[in-house]
């Protein structure tokens, strides 16, 4: 079908009518932007390690240990103390007490015990220091923790350590006048302590109403946790005047974080805890890797720490600590170490300090890796770096040897041009036309840099992009379990009950070159190896760094189960109505949307469906690009 090009203004929505209608054009980027996050965060964390058994000796181990070994000039900056610092809260003043015995530096002032000594000993190593809280009154090993010796002390009240009311109390202390760079807010405290709880029943702690349920979107109160993180963010942004600070937060992929966690914190687990096998590391690794348009400079997936120096991870075995730290990389995935670095042993130092896979994690351009290669056996994932160059990631999953064909296609680069590659653990470069055969042990990553001839010469598809575009509405309406996540027998209930379930919500979310729910994105017959799959009633942002056209082929996707729904696809440009297409559904020829968009900062790529109050028909905006 024709697409009508409208060259009449168009005023950007009033706020008020923003809030009504979510697909109207705003205009302005809503991706999270508060805090210092425009790479994703480097350093040490003290749960892998220690869990609740924490000290002040252990602790400036790992920061001196960091210096001393050259990853700090790396990029590993933020120290950050996790569960277990904290001996109570002053029933008077509401103040948190530190658990001096084991920090004894706090006591070097007068009044009460500060953390100021500790930040200023790390600043002046040139490092940053981070500290840890719960949305709720309790923390999660206050609740999961066998053994209460190094559990916050005193009466019920006293030992309610979470920021529960008290966030611009607490959070005006860890940073204004204690000097803490980062915080890590985990999520227990909504979860685990209601009436039926047997802590709860017995005394120990006081009932709050669970607003995340592990197991059920549906019986979480997203809004309520929203509401939680948005005073946090308040109060970080007047503690810290000068914008340098990060937030963490750690709700484990429950209550659809993984679909809002972006708009509300610098950087936003994927999943529960990851353990030191390789079988949770690929649930951790899947709940992240396919969540490519939910990540952006200042907001990041997280899929959890590093578990390199433990377990399947330790220095015995070396080829899965280095598919470990490949592929937390080219996700973009902060690289927080969680070994006692104390004890680390050069081999495993070796591979934190490799520069050529720090760099593309770091890459400025801060765009994730896509899938271009999926099954259960191997897969292949693309990013796409700052220099237009491309780094590529071949995984093999399982513990047999195989080959992969890695194609030039994959890569989006041409057939007749030669592809260059540097191997970033051998060094080793090579190059080939068209595809070329790689060999993998079990559990082997390759990751390589890679230079070839663009397929697309004159600019770049959104899918080699996901940095710049933003789902600020998905259209996802009743969010789903993602079911295609590995799912591990070394989770917290190991093999009893009935095993692991699909929990994470984001099924059915905005992807890079598919469909929303898997399917090769085609539309009236015709496949799209490049472009957005989306559910109708969504509105994606894309930041435009100076390319002058836009260039699509839209349509309902021939994935859609009803045949009847119209959607009507339109391009914004800085909150202006740039084109728009007649109704299509499934079934029709894709249509061309092609605009000249010269000067214009922020697109808004809207449809809208014939239906809404249900999750809608899956559509494509297939080969979407920017051109020169």
């Not at 271009?372 to 999953?397: C, F, H, P, W």
């Not at 969504?538 to 009847?564: C, H, Q, T, W």
């Amino acid at each position: 079908m024709a697409i009508a090009i409208a060259l009449a203004a168009w005023n950007c929505v009033p706020a008020h009518a923003q809030s009504v209608d979510p697909l109207a054009p705003t205009g302005q980027w809503s991706a999270y932007t508060s805090g210092r996050a425009d790479l994703p965060p480097m350093g040490w964390s003290s749960w892998n390690a220690f869990e609740i058994n924490i000290d002040e000796d252990k602790i400036m181990g790992a920061a001196r240990t960091l210096v001393d070994s050259g990853l700090a000039r790396k990029g590993y900056r933020y120290v950050n103390i996790d569960d277990g610092w904290a001996l109570r809260r002053d029933a008077k003043s509401g103040r948190m007490i530190i658990r001096s015995d084991r920090f004894p530096s706090s006591l070097s002032g007068k009044g009460s015990p500060s953390f100021r000594g500790y930040t200023n000993r790390l600043h002046a190593m040139g490092l940053k220091a981070g500290i840890y809280s719960d949305l709720g009154r309790n923390t999660c090993s206050q609740m999961y923790s066998p053994d209460e010796t190094n559990l916050p002390k005193g009466t019920v009240l006293e030992r309610e350590v979470g920021l529960y009311g008290h966030i611009d109390q607490d959070i005006a202390l860890y940073f204004k006048d204690w000097g803490f760079d980062y915080i890590k807010v985990d999520g227990c405290g909504v979860r685990a302590y209601g009436e039926e709880s047997e802590k709860v029943k017995s005394g120990q702690y006081r009932a709050l109403a669970p607003l995340l349920d592990m197991d059920s979107v549906s019986r979480s109160d997203i809004p309520a946790v929203q509401s939680l993180f948005r005073e946090i963010d308040k109060a970080l942004v007047k503690s810290n005047p000068d914008g340098d600070f990060l937030l963490s937060l750690c709700i484990w992929g429950t209550g659809n974080v993984r679909a809002w966690g972006k708009d509300f914190g610098n950087v936003s687990r994927t999943s529960d805890d990851i353990n030191p096998t390789w079988s949770r590391m690929l649930t951790n690794f899947d709940s992240a890797a396919k969540r490519a348009f939910y990540a952006h400079p200042g907001a990041w997936n997280d899929p959890d720490m590093l578990f390199i120096g433990k377990g399947d991870f330790g220095a015995d075995h070396l080829v899965e600590a280095r598919s470990h730290f490949s592929l937390w990389a080219i996700i973009n995935a902060p690289l927080l170490i969680g070994m006692d670095m104390r004890q680390a042993p050069q081999s495993l130092l070796d591979i934190l300090s490799n520069t050529d896979v720090i760099a593309v994690n770091q890459d400025p351009a801060g765009h994730q890796a896509v899938v271009a290669y999926d099954s259960d056996d191997v897969q292949a994932l693309v990013k796409t770096l700052s220099t237009g160059e491309k780094a590529v990631a071949i995984v093999n999953r399982g513990m047999a040897p195989l080959e992969f064909s890695l194609a030039a296609a994959q890569l989006k680069y041409r057939d007749d041009a030669d592809v260059e590659m540097v191997d970033l653990w051998t060094k080793k470069t090579s190059s080939f036309r068209k595809e070329t055969t790689l060999r993998l042990a079990g559990h082997e990553t390759l990751i390589f840099r890679v230079r070839g001839g663009r397929m697309l010469s004159d600019g770049l598809y959104l899918s080699e992009q996901p940095g710049n575009v933003n789902p600020a509405v998905d259209g996802v309406v009743s969010p789903q379990p993602d079911p295609t996540l590995h799912k591990s027998a070394f989770g917290w209930a190991g093999t009893h009950g009935p095993g692991e379930r699909p929990i994470y919500a984001g099924w059915g979310g905005a992807q890079a070159d598919t469909a929303p729910y898997g399917a090769t994105l085609r539309v009236g017959g015709q496949k799209f190896t490049s472009g957005i799959g989306i559910l109708a009633n969504s509105r994606l942002e894309v930041r435009n760094k100076g390319y002058r056209r836009f260039s699509a082929m839209v349509g309902v996707d021939d994935s859609a189960a009803d045949p009847s729904v119209d959607v009507t696809f339109m391009l914004y440009g800085d909150g202006k109505l740039l084109a728009t297409s007649k109704p299509l559904s499934r079934g029709d020829g894709a249509a061309p949307l092609k605009v000249a968009v010269e000067g214009v900062a922020l697109l808004e790529l809207v449809t809208r469906s014939s239906e809404s109050g249900r999750d809608s028909v899956p559509v494509s905006w297939g080969e979407a690009a920017l051109l020169r």
